[in-house]
């Protein structure tokens, strides 16, 4: 059988925390993690999701992220 090559695109809302970024994906409620940069707290995101997936015995599939920049007051 053929693996399907269709990509799960998500949300990825996210904030400064201290020297922390900590995010959320939108769609997926639950699915939350942290990094020292914007390209670690995507490789993180993406690694809480499939472990979800995993725990729930769910069939994983391939997806990219989307980001959503936002200010946050000072």
């Known amino acids: 059988m053929a693996r399907s090559k269709v990509k799960r ?6 904030w400064l925390d201290g020297d922390m970024y900590v995010g959320k994906l939108r ?19 993406a690694d809480a999701y499939h472990l979800m997936l995993r725990e729930n015995s769910v069939r994983i599939p391939r997806w990219t992220v989307k980001t959503l920049e936002f200010g946050i007051p000072a």
């Open 9 to 14: 695109v998500f949300t990825l809302e996210y």
């Open 27 to 45: 769609e997926v409620p639950g699915v939350f993690s942290q990094g020292k940069t914007v390209e670690e707290l995507k490789e993180n995101i």
